[in-house]
């Protein structure tokens, strides 16, 4: 694979493919045109082409795209064809919500422990992850290979608790905390922002009529 | 205001140029030049020139941005300057979290109720909002003045429940079910794909050497 930095648009759409891919091999499809994978996307046969050439194509004139092999292609891209372990800090409700998704399990998330500093929630169990003191979060980092935290508490110990994390040695930061997070370059920081989401969800809806929806 | 169409990539900073005004409020800071205002937003300062003359400008030269009307007239353009009614289904996890997000009141949405298939679940009460059955959802939305209806079903029921939504007169779904919704035009679907962002975050562990966190 050629030694390129690919933009986070493409990167945005890959999982997007990826799921819809999915979809098609469960529902039995072996294999589709450009065209029909395009109209089912929304994107154009172009567009998917020029995305898929940055890993190398994949696509064959005349026969389009083997679905389960470009699936697992895209896959490995994503790096989900391995195990990432992850814990959560916070076991509020989005924190359970997350510990009871079991759709990451089938992607390679796997969620191995709960944090929390409330010593009453310690020792809970939900989906069968455990809530362990907050004050031990380090260590088990170290012991369990611990790859992602997810961050589902508020803002300042969201950022307290980043600091805390720089050195373990983690690789990334799932955060849900309503800030953006200072770390070195060498943790990567995912954020999910739903009063954003929010906002965007407003804006479009308030400027229906301008163009809103433009991408 | 000028008509024009606006860029989902404006849209998608505008929310944060607005959280990082509320700190600098909430921190006494009544006016910010431009470079301090990039410096801190780590966007540089001709890029929110760009963005905010879209809608007029606002800042002064010499004088740079007054912060709170800046923060008030980005929450106009956002459509937070009023209040939207809300009601969650699903009141599972994701559903209890998002009626208990504070947050969100203050920004002019109200969540109003949840909806819930299980009989068991009606009548409970999270951050004093009330489930619902299913079965009142369309006369409650009609009856309430409901704008706004967020999904936190699995994706089957997400896809039914939007088609049920169509002639309700809500202007926007909020989905967090893992599929994308076809509703028409007129209706506003903003997608939170919890997986997809974990996708991206694995994407961008595996790939740090290669220049993964480019814009």
Known sequence: ?????????????????????????????ERISSNEFSKLMGVTA???????????????????????NLYEEIGKILGIDRVHNIIVVGAGNFGKALAGYSDFERRGFRIKALFDRDPSKVGNEYNGIEVH?????????????????ALTVPKAAAIEI????VDTGIKGIWNFAHTDLKV????????????ESMMRLS??????GRGAGRK
Do not use: T
């Open 46 to 68: 172009s567009q998917i082409r020029q995305d898929l050439n940055n890993f190398g194509g994949f696509g064959q004139q005349g026969y389009g795209y083997n679905v389960k």
């Open 133 to 149: 003191p907050i004050s031990g979060m380090k260590d088990y980092i170290r012991e369990n290979n611990i790859e992602i935290v």
């Open 203 to 208: 804006y479009n809806i308030v400027n229906r």
């Open 184 to 195: 070195p370059k060498d943790i990567v920081v995912e954020n999910v922002h739903l009063s």
């Open 1 to 29: 694979m050629e030694e390129r930095a690919i933009s986070q648009a493409i990167i945005k759409r890959l999982p997007r493919y990826y799921r819809y891919l999915g979809e098609l091999i469960a529902q039995g499809v």
């Open 162 to 165: 980043a600091q805390q994390l």
